[in-house]
C-alpha cells in the first residue's frame, strides 16, 4: 500500500480565491497527532480529524476548511485514513500472530 492517494473531490472547496478540486491525503506520521487525542482520531472525530487533515494534504486544508466540506468528499478522505490506519494494524497482527 502506498504512502498517500490523490483523491479528486466531487464539490470543490473553496480556499481563498482558489477552488480546490484534487488533494493528495498521505499517511499520518506521529508528529502529526500532535494535540490530539489518540483514540478520537481512531474514531474519525471530526474535531481531531480537523486538526490533522491540514497537516497531510497537498494542498494543504485549512482546519475552518474542513469544515466546509462536503459530505461525501470528507467520505472519500476519511476512508483514505481508515486505510492508512488499518494497513498499521494488519502490520501487527502479522507481526504478532494470535494463537
Same mark, same amino acid.
Given at each position: ?23 493528495? +491525503? /498521505?499517511? %499520518?506520521?506521529?508528529?502529526?497527532? /500532535?494535540? +490530539? ?12 480529524? &480537523?486538526? +490533522?487533515? %491540514? /497537516?497531510?494534504?497537498? %494542498?494543504?486544508? &485549512?482546519?475552518?476548511?474542513? !469544515? ?15 486505510? !492508512? ?6 502490520? &501487527?497482527?502479522?507481526?504478532? %500472530?494470535?494463537?
Amino acid at each position: 500500500m502506498t504512502n498517500s492517494k490523490k483523491i479528486t473531490l466531487k464539490t470543490g472547496l473553496k480556499s481563498g480565491k482558489t477552488i480546490i478540486n484534487e488533494i493528495t +491525503v /498521505r499517511k %499520518p506520521l506521529t508528529g502529526d497527532l /500532535r494535540g +490530539v487525542k489518540l483514540i478520537e482520531f481512531i474514531d474519525l472525530d471530526i474535531d481531531s480529524l &480537523a486538526k +490533522v487533515l %491540514p /497537516r497531510i494534504t497537498t %494542498p494543504s486544508i &485549512a482546519e475552518h476548511e474542513v !469544515f466546509n466540506l462536503d459530505l461525501i468528499d470528507l467520505s472519500e478522505i476519511t476512508k483514505e485514513v481508515i486505510n !492508512f490506519l488499518s494497513q498499521n494494524l494488519n502490520d &501487527a497482527n502479522k507481526e504478532y %500472530p494470535t494463537e
